[in-house]
């Protein structure tokens, strides 16, 4: 539970919130399932709070300060976190449904389990964060960076991922059926078992990319940069190569 001479003074406003925390720098702020629905907060200084189980449906988090915090099963659904600093935050079993996450930085974030279902993060950065399992269903991550991200087991079917960066991303047995890749950077991304049924992967860069096992059944990579990429047992049927002829079986 909240500690409730922390909360009484967060809605004291801004300017006291900020000043007690300067004078209590070690001082961690517990928010713990407290209910913040519809709160703004709008670049609060959050970072390194306990904030488990909190609940901030549709709150306004613009340029907030999370880093660090303690996010787990928090609601985030519907959130507006553009160029909110999310660096290395733990977000597991979080719900993000529909949050705005545009240019937020989540670089070494926890996201395991978290359901970021339909979320905005187009220029977000995801770098080495742990999205194992996540639920990320019709996300629009375009321009998303997501290098040395572990997205194993993620969900992202129709994703929109045009021109997001994945350099050495491990998606090994992630759902990417349908989801859009065009321009991607895949280079080195560990690809193997993922589910790729037509997904579009035209004029991405797949150099050196570990393939083995996926299903590209369907897939078009019509332009796409496959040098040195492994498609050992790899599932080609209907696949578009990147010359433009279909295999056929």
């Not at 009484?8 to 720098?25: H, Q």
């Not at 498609?231 to 696949?239: M, P």
Request: charged residues 15%; hydrophobic residues 45%.
């Amino acid at each position: 539970m909240a500690n409730t001479q922390h909360l009484a003074l967060l809605k004291k406003g801004a300017v006291t919130w900020i000043e007690w925390r300067n004078l209590n720098p070690n001082q961690q702020p517990d928010l713990s399932e407290a209910n913040l629905a519809s709160a703004n907060l709008r670049g609060s200084h959050l970072g390194r709070s306990n904030l488990c189980k909190i609940d901030l449906f549709n709150a306004k988090l613009i340029a907030a300060n999370l880093a660090e915090s303690n996010l787990s099963l928090a609601n985030l659904a519907g959130a507006q976190l553009l160029e909110t600093n999310l660096m290395k935050a733990n977000l597991t079993g979080a719900n993000l449904r529909a949050a705005d996450i545009r240019g937020a930085d989540l670089s070494g974030a926890n996201l395991i389990g978290a359901d970021i279902t339909a979320a905005n993060l187009q220029q977000a950065d995801f770098g080495d964060a742990n999205l194992i399992g996540a639920v990320m269903f019709r996300v629009n991550a375009i321009g998303a960076h997501f290098n040395h991200a572990n997205l194993s087991q993620a969900n992202l079917t129709q994703a929109e991922l045009i021109e997001a960066h994945f350099y050495a991303a491990n998606l090994s047995k992630a759902n990417l059926g349908e989801a859009h890749f065009t321009g991607a950077y895949l280079f080195r991304a560990n690809l193997s078992f993922a589910e790729l049924i037509a997904a579009d992967l035209r004029w991405s860069n797949l150099g050196k990319a570990d393939l083995r096992g996926a299903n590209l059944t369907g897939a078009n990579l019509r332009g796409a940069n496959l040098a040195g990429a492994n498609l050992g047992g790899a599932y080609l049927k209907g696949t578009i190569m990147p010359d433009g002829s279909i295999v056929s079986s």
